[in-house]
């Protein structure tokens, strides 16, 4: 089993191409997505959590044929009232001077040494569900070495921008392919509540959703085991031990389909390495 962790535009090793304008908005990481899906030999299981689990939904819908299932941590699929507030910033240029995309602006990027950057987000509300191995993950590798020290890789104006340009119609991007789709959802705080879960319960038939307990939006960091062991299951076509509650709109069921190949979060690479012969490509 290959796990290839793509590196989104502007976030990682790509962030050269962090140039220009995020005029089209998400649509930019779908194509960027859709492009590499595009390129593979074969079909593949797609991973992705927040941002990755929306722009993965929305490459399927256009390469069904290129994907043997989903497997997503809180995907971007916010409720009504949230996405007319959206709408009407966009429409009124205001969506980057509110709420996540102000805060991105102000984040600091420059730090003196690993450990200041490490204490500096260790005191923010948003990062103290993570665990410090992950937190100290994710010092050292979305940060770089410049002369004057460390450097956060994803440009703060490049995240407002994509902040600013949350996907306000996310509906025309979901569609049933056919394949397995599980959706792990936080219990607080999700960016996918249990308004929509009906929803897309209803758009695509092969749908599993639980909800994690006592989990936020960040799911993927605070529940790591566990999140990785439902990835495993299904990949390996068996059946899906969900350590969560279903939603209440769900019908639990098995999952059809095999794969061969796999997309995964980096954090379950411990897990399939027990398992597998791991072999990891880095695609920029």
Not at 13 to 39: C, F, K, P, Q, V
Not at 137 to 147: L, N, P
């Amino acid at each position: 089993m290959n796990i290839d962790a793509w590196d989104m535009r502007g976030h990682g090793i790509n962030r050269h191409l962090a140039t220009n304008d995020l005029a089209l908005g998400w649509e930019t990481y779908y194509r960027d997505l859709s492009s590499y899906l595009y390129n593979l030999k074969e079909p593949t299981w797609l991973v992705g959590h927040s941002i990755g689990a929306t722009t993965s939904l929305a490459a399927a819908t256009r390469l069904p044929e290129k994907v043997n299932g989903l497997i997503l941590c809180d995907p971007v699929l916010l409720p009504l009232k949230d996405r007319l507030m959206l709408r009407l910033a966009k429409w009124t240029r205001r969506s980057q001077s509110f709420g996540l995309a102000l805060s991105a602006k102000r984040r600091r990027r420059q730090f003196g040494s690993h450990a200041e950057a490490l204490q500096n987000f260790r005191a923010k509300q948003a990062f103290r569900s993570w665990p410090d191995q992950w937190l100290d993950d994710y010092v050292t590798f979305a940060f770089h070495e410049t002369k004057a020290g460390h450097e956060i890789s994803c440009p703060p104006d490049w995240e407002a921008q994509t902040f600013g340009h949350t996907e306000d119609l996310p509906w025309r991007h979901v569609s049933d392919v056919g394949k397995p789709l599980i959706i792990l959802a936080g219990e607080h705080g999700s960016t996918f509540p249990h308004s929509e879960h009906k929803r897309l319960m209803h758009r695509v038939r092969h749908s599993n959703i639980h909800v994690l307990p006592q989990t936020s939006h960040f799911l993927p960091m605070e529940r790591p085991d566990e999140v990785a062991n439902v990835i495993l299951s299904a990949i390996q076509n068996e059946h899906v031990h969900y350590p969560s509650t279903p939603s209440r709109h769900q019908i639990p069921g098995t999952l059809p389909s095999t794969a061969r190949r796999s997309s995964v979060l980096r954090y379950t690479a411990a897990k399939l390495k027990s398992s597998f012969d791991l072999s990891a490509r880095k695609h920029r």
